[in-house]
């Protein structure tokens, strides 16, 4: 048996093709259940994220696998030729665990170091354990993947430091103030980049969050998604929701404005932000625009006790961490290689195993009834040493004989030297001979 993955991702497939090549919980699972047909598949394990979607398969080494999967995507409706054309790549056995690994350990992703995919594995993996029998090689490899994740993302620093607009909004404002939760933050628009800078803050423990945009339903279901009722980083937090028609006055109100509405012109004028100014009686103002055209009018700058940044200042900070990042790399591929070598270990004695089980299974069974015979002649004190000496005789026949089929020059004479153990305990050779009958142990 052997691992073998077909995948297309975001290194080699535009999006339009990611979106053709993506496989749902329902068509993954029917995948799953189509390749359990085959005698040559072992098990199929699909990954489908925003980014790639891979397929997993542990075959036997015999079988065609492009011939296999194509047939099965094609009966469950799926586009079989994306996974075999230009936009796919193929890896075979231990290259294939390699990648696994490395997608584990978020080198693949589009976003270096990103944590989502450590989850999208997960939750790949459970829907597969809950619908399918994994084969060992699957099983270990994924093991292994989640093992290598960890190991990275704890032993080096490939994680850190915000490389989003959204988290480098926070990241910025963590620099500026000691402590965000001793501070109040506005948060002017309601679309995507701003509710997941909005998260980043509340998973900072920010003290509170307004929200103000010009749909007041917007804003109203924005508070409701973000209600810190429901997020475990921030049970003490707060989200409420103003009108528009106060911005001016929530300005004064807060510490940290965060503003990307996408309006063609600014929305947060100078003589606003100095009427803040005034009724906060020198509290320091922080404000970052990130809206393409500007929210807030450049001259806001120009108010003392204000500070405003935008969307350069922050693209200086990501390009340092994105740097710092790569700088990473190294020491997390020395730690999936140090992975692989434990799994291709594994893999190298996953053969041995059975017989090997078996021929320690006929050595105990000796051991058990020599013991029996010692007991019905002797005090329970010489069978005991006798059961003793024994197992450790039988410790080093087993070491031995690992460590010979190990040495093996080829699988040729690996299967050999595998064939001639089983020969030994065959029961073609019949019942072993009963160990009462002293002539027994002269042969």
């Known amino acids: 048996m052997s691992l073998y993955v077909r995948s297309v991702n975001h290194h080699h497939a535009p999006t339009d093709i990611r979106e053709r090549a993506h496989l749902d919980p329902e068509l993954a699972v029917a995948l799953m259940k189509c390749l359990e047909n085959d005698p040559s598949c072992v098990a199929a394990l699909p990954v489908s994220t925003c980014n790639r ?23 469950i409706g799926a586009d079989a030729d994306l996974f075999a054309g230009r936009y796919s790549i193929a890896h075979d056995g231990i290259a294939a665990v390699r990648h696994l690994f490395r997608v584990a350990s978020a080198l693949e992703s589009m976003m270096l170091g990103e944590p989502q995919i450590s989850q999208q594995l997960k939750d790949a993996y459970r829907l597969a354990r809950k619908h399918s029998d994994l084969g060992p090689i699957l099983l270990r490899a994924f093991q292994g993947a989640f093992r290598s994740g960890k190991r990275v993302r704890t032993e080096t620093r490939i994680t850190t430091g915000a ?6 909004a926070v990241e910025l404002a963590r620099k500026f103030f000691s402590s965000l939760g001793e501070q109040d933050a506005l948060l002017v628009g309601a679309g995507e980049t701003g509710a997941l800078a909005a998260r980043h803050f509340l998973q900072h423990d920010i003290g509170h969050l307004t929200v103000v945009n010009r749909s007041l339903e917007k804003a109203k279901s924005l508070a409701a998604d973000l209600d810190p009722a429901n997020n475990p980083n921030n049970p003490g937090g707060q989200v409420s929701v103003r009108p528009w028609e106060e911005l001016a006055d929530a300005l004064a109100d807060t510490d940290v404005v965060l503003s990307t509405t996408g309006a063609l012109e600014p ?9 803040a100014v005034e009724k906060r009686r020198g509290e320091p103002m922080f404000l970052l625009d990130i809206a393409v055209p500007r929210d807030i009018h450049p001259d806001v700058g120009k108010i003392d006790g204000v500070y405003l940044f935008g969307l350069d200042d922050l693209d200086e900070i990501i390009k340092g961490n994105k740097m710092a990042r790569r700088k990473q790399v190294p020491h997390a591929e020395k730690i999936i290689e140090e992975e692989l070598t434990e799994f291709q270990t594994w893999m190298d004695e996953v053969d041995l195993r059975p017989t090997v089980a078996e021929f320690k299974s006929y050595l105990e069974e000796l051991k058990d009834k020599q013991v029996g015979y010692v007991r019905k002649k002797q005090s329970d004190e010489v069978a005991a040493a006798v059961d003793s000496s024994l197992q450790q005789f039988i410790k080093k026949v087993l070491g031995r004989s690992v460590s010979t089929l190990k040495k093996a020059e080829s699988p040729e004479e690996r299967d050999r030297d595998l064939d001639a153990l089983r020969r030994m305990f065959s029961d073609d050779l019949g019942e072993p001979r009963d160990l009462e009958d002293p002539g027994a142990l002269k042969d």
């Not at 490389?163 to 480098?168: E, I, K, L, T, W």
């Not at 929305?267 to 009427?275: D, H, S, T, W, Y």
């Open 53 to 75: 979607t891979e397929i997993y398969l542990e075959m036997r080494t015999d079988a065609d696998p492009d011939l296999v999967l194509r047939q099965a995507l094609i009966q």
């Open 267 to 275: 929305v947060i004028l100078p003589e606003m932000v100095a009427a």
């Open 163 to 168: 490389v989003s607009v959204a988290f480098g």
